[in-house]
């Protein structure tokens, strides 16, 4: 099972920011956060993750909270091309392939 | 383009048939996937390959046969499916360092129909 809490669905205005929240509230000391979106139709393509820093990428930012029990993926400026389902997920770094289990997400959908 | 290419995009195939899923990526990884999808249902890992070696198995029942002949390819043959496997079926792969990187390369997918 998931180990993730998100929003089922979610709506923003193109060319605001949008602010996508995860709980995950049994995370671990080595988990890490990852997220991941999945546009209609196609495979998930990975966004960002973190252990506790806030990171930022060409795509977007990810807050962490120090407790690390939640974090908000922000996309700076949205655009109908990053209307999408958004995973958040927990999962540890031990091991070499990967074992990501994916939730339900949050359907995020961007008006013009 | 993520480096991952699936054939066929889609499939539609009797409940006796025996088709076969493609993957193949060219990005030197070494960790290949099997991902099911079902209509209103999260990702379901079902099989994960390291350097050519299963290491996972989800539970998948015997009516869908992996095959990973080298680290670049990946098949899943089906026989005598049921119509509750119609699915999008996705193949990833990742590199494997001894550690994880949370990174998974994934394909378009093969939308599957069993009549």
């Known amino acids: 099972d998931a180990k993730t809490t998100q929003p089922p669905s979610m709506d923003c205005a193109e060319g605001r920011a949008a602010n996508l929240p995860c709980n995950h509230s049994?995370?671990?000391?080595?988990?890490?956060v990852y997220w991941y979106r999945q546009i209609h139709s196609q495979g998930p393509q990975y966004i960002i993750h973190?252990?506790?820093n806030n990171e930022t990428n060409e795509m977007a930012s990810l807050i962490i909270t120090e407790d690390r029990k939640s974090s908000t993926l922000i996309l700076p400026h949205a655009t109908l091309r990053d209307t999408a389902v958004y995973y958040c997920?927990?999962?540890?770094?031990?091991?070499?392939?990967?074992?990501?289990?994916f939730g339900k997400g949050t359907k995020l959908t961007v008006n013009p | 383009e993520t480096g991952v290419t699936q054939t066929p995009r889609h499939l539609v195939m009797g409940m006796t048939n025996k088709k076969s899923l493609k993957c193949e990526q060219h990005?030197?990884?070494?960790?290949m996937y099997w991902y099911k999808q079902s209509a209103k249902k999260p990702l379901e890992l079902m099989f994960v390959?390291?350097?050519?070696?299963?290491?996972e198995n989800n539970s998948v029942p015997s009516r869908f046969s992996p095959e990973c002949p080298n680290s670049s390819h990946l098949f899943l043959h089906l026989h005598t499916l049921q119509p509750e496997d119609s699915a999008l079926y996705l193949c990833?792969?990742?590199?494997?360092?001894?550690?994880?990187?949370?990174?998974?390369?994934f394909g378009e997918g093969s939308r599957l129909t069993v009549l």
């Open positions: 990833a792969s990742s590199q494997d360092r001894g550690f994880r990187t949370g990174e998974l390369f």
């Open positions: 049994t995370i671990s000391g080595n988990e890490y």
């Open positions: 973190g252990l506790k």
């Open positions: 997920i927990v999962s540890g770094t031990q091991g070499g392939s990967e074992k990501l289990v």
């Open positions: 990005l030197g990884h070494n960790a």
């Open positions: 390959y390291n350097f050519k070696e299963q290491t």
